[in-house]
């Protein structure tokens, strides 16, 4: 160990300590980037990996394309903020995931994550009583946002930057609880989902939770008798549409659950897509967006390239939900692929399908009997939320996917 980067190894179980921190609780920006997510994550990965002193060449591969894909967009004119921006957002989700399938987290104990996962609770609950210090403390550590009124009956914003973001990037550790196999982790993982989408009362931690259910539902009775389930309970559901009429609560998740069950089935997800405003929208447009011509190309083109890609898929910029009280502004896609898509045109969908491919064994095993319904489930909000519905630098997603891998290879799960 006479090479600089080993000496810090003995500091490893520290910075791993920071680097699951960070994960969790991504909105700590302590003031350095004028964004709502951190740059802690990269930083400490990187770190970390410098400390193992072995690079791997697929990584150092992937980040000179990274570059590169930045640079091309300086002659196009790109402002150089925007494109360093989106490159450091890129890095921090390759980064962590990297360092999580390549040397897992394997200083972290079940105390640490105990404690973790407790403040985030506790975070959560006495927001709920009318203690804000929580929330102070944040708002010292991150950006004004966090001070922003909580509107529409929306309940506690735990330590994130609002009650949508809840849910956001707690499942990477409750992952890794569960996958490590400590106490009580079936009761720890239900009791943190259930109680984060309860208090938080957002539409997306109702989403999240639905998705939580349904796999879980269908991963544990199986296609045909979680269908039948399905359907009667959505009777039932509907059947209390008068009751839930009548009833008057300050509250952003019962006020959509009561019109949910006034609608038909062919009428939810329009519903759905209406009230999440530009965002499911504008992931489509950016999905789209292969079949078009943008404007520019490469890392950080995305805000310039929204809202051509809108208008390009039959989109009224004048009539659509976020434009009618605002002036009409660039926006971004919130999910990692569909950015990757509206940035990088074909190359980005030639990356998805080598992505998917090449860990398509892994994929198989993630949703096979060695791995567990809860742990199941939360593959696929992970895989919700990297398609879909996600803050794009905010790396807990991608590392969801990729700690699984990582404990699929040191169980030797592929057979190799």
């Not at 009230?275 to 447009?285: K, P």
Request: overall charge neutral; glycine content about 6%.
């Amino acid at each position: 160990m006479s090479s600089l980067p080993l000496r810090f190894y003995p500091l490893k179980s520290f910075f791993e300590k920071l680097l699951l921190l960070t994960i969790t609780f991504p909105h700590i920006t302590m003031g350095l980037v004028p964004a709502e997510t951190s740059p802690f994550p990269l930083f400490f990965s990187l770190i970390l990996i410098l400390i193992h002193d072995k690079y791997d060449k697929n990584f150092i591969f992937i980040n000179i394309l990274l570059i590169f894909l930045w640079v091309i967009t300086i002659p196009q004119g790109l402002n150089y903020l925007d494109g360093i921006e989106q490159l450091f957002v890129y890095m921090q989700n390759i980064f962590v995931a990297f360092y999580v399938f390549k040397y897992g987290l394997k200083t972290i104990s079940e105390r640490f994550c105990i404690l973790l996962i407790s403040f985030h609770l506790f975070s959560g609950i006495i927001w709920i009583f009318g203690f804000t210090f929580i929330n102070d403390i944040l708002m010292l550590l991150s950006t004004d946002r966090l001070g922003s009124e909580i509107t529409r009956g929306q309940g506690s914003r735990f330590f994130s930057t609002e009650p949508s973001e809840a849910m956001g990037s707690i499942f990477f550790i409750l992952l890794f609880y569960s996958l490590s196999k400590f106490r009580f982790s079936g009761w720890v993982v239900s009791i943190t989902i259930f109680l984060t989408a309860i208090l938080s009362s957002s539409g997306t931690s109702l989403m999240l939770l639905a998705i939580f259910l349904l796999s879980f539902t269908i991963f544990y009775l199986k296609w045909f008798k979680s269908l039948i389930i399905f359907f009667i309970s959505f009777l039932i559901f509907q059947s209390l549409s008068p009751i839930l009429e009548n009833l008057e609560f300050n509250n952003r998740a019962f006020d959509l659950l009561k019109i949910i069950s006034a609608l038909e089935i062919s009428e939810i997800f329009s519903f759905i897509s209406l009230t999440s405003g530009w965002r499911f929208t504008l992931d489509y447009a950016s999905y789209s967006s292969i079949f078009f011509l943008q404007p520019m190309y490469g890392i950080g083109t995305a805000g310039i390239n929204s809202l051509y890609a809108l208008t390009s898929v039959g989109v009224d910029l004048n009539y659509f939900a976020d434009f009618v009280y605002v002036d009409i502004q660039a926006l971004k896609p919130s999910s990692l692929f569909a950015t990757i898509f509206l940035e990088l045109g074909l190359i980005g969908l030639m990356f998805t399908i080598y992505f998917i491919n090449r860990f398509r064994k892994n994929f198989y095993i993630m949703f096979s009997d060695n791995f567990s319904y809860q742990e199941r489930s939360i593959f696929c909000i992970a895989f919700f939320k990297l398609f879909f519905l996600m803050i794009v630098g905010t790396p807990a997603s991608l590392a969801t996917l990729f700690l699984a891998f990582y404990f699929i290879r040191e169980k030797g799960l592929t057979g190799n």
